[in-house]
């Protein structure tokens, strides 16, 4: 009931919203043919050689849970199936030679740009975080870590931070399945807090994707699955990104 | 009938699940009486004097939109209604005195925590933001200038960051409100991305207190109400804080 709710809602709501607002997303075609295969979109966004710090790599304040579980999926990888994304300073990395589709300004590269959840540089401080995608299951997991700077009420995560912990999960997920741009909706149900410098993981799954819109699931629990954090869900909307003209 | 279902959902499963998880919240009273007045809350959440830095003061960061309104609701606080909220460091800041209901495990207070909200200290490149609380209207308003530490789409706020302002900013009133302590639920639909460096208002209001439970509203937009970025919902659980026997 909720997402045939969210459809309907989606369609005569936020996406239109979003294609009506002049300033922000004037001239997309949503319409749009979506070609890219995720194994092109994986390559992409996985590129085997870069310069680029990965940030998305164990670190001294790593709890042994979080590095245990880390190495488990790291095997995983090996035997396909499994894809551990890097995580690099900014989204404009990820996107390199790519732009937003036309129409939505983008402030200048001069700055110092970071995403979000990569924002305290200060290893164990802020997010700590890894994600791995199985691109043919549509499906991640996210080792999320919490901060003493990400704090809430006294030792525990602020619900803001797993919010949007879920949201960057969502957001690389949806991109990678299938070219998901933009969040259209976050519900989330918080069950239990996250003491500060423990493991919690979350589960992602992309339900189905109908009417250039991706529909994601996540349970967020401990690694043991007897302490259900949260449970949430997300719609994407779907849009091509354009290949970069000129260097900015 | 949203807020219907989160009742029911509520007091079958969100607040049965806090209640139950014995690591999280052993031993809690959920019927304990919410005995504080609005005023006692406020006042003791905005001590008139203090060492404490306040991090919702003007800098030199902030756009002219921020500045301006932010001058508009200090001149509402002289003429009663509006109260303008401090911003300390950690939230163990503003509950001085005080500490979570028995059995919730604090970490030791040792550390360098910080509320995620301040998480990155540097003026401009994160968090901008002040909140004034109308005590007898149960509502807020939020004025939130996101930094170039806050991106997700190149030149865009991360649909997280919002998440979380709407996160601190629903807790905040939902404590001075009602003794709302713990995010239940947190509803989100995004209509337009917020550009960095602009002002985004968050206007929030208590719908209801019911069956220990808050139920607030968010209208997220420009200053000039032409764009709505988002509109959101909350459900806060009551708990009392109780008086700390001992110091840490």
Known sequence: MLRRALQVVARCGQQGALLRAPRILPGLNPASAFGSSTDSLVSRFCPEKTDLKDYALPNASWCPDMLSLYQEFLEKTKSGGWIKLPSFKSNRDHIQGLKLPSGLAVASDKGDWRIFTRCIPVEGQGYEYAIFFHPSEKKSVCLFQPGPYLEGAPGFAHGGSLAAMMDETFSKT??????????????????NLIPV????????????IEDQKLYISCVTQSRDQQTVYAKSSGVFLQLQLETESSQQ
Do not use: H, P, Q
Not at 174 to 191: D, H, Q, V, W
Not at 197 to 208: I, M, P, T, Y
């Open 174 to 191: 949806a991109y990678l399945a299938g070219e998901g741009l933009f969040t259209l909706s976050l519900n989330i149900r918080f069950k």
């Open 197 to 208: 410098g423990s493991l919690a993981v979350l589960n992602v799954v992309v339900e189905k």
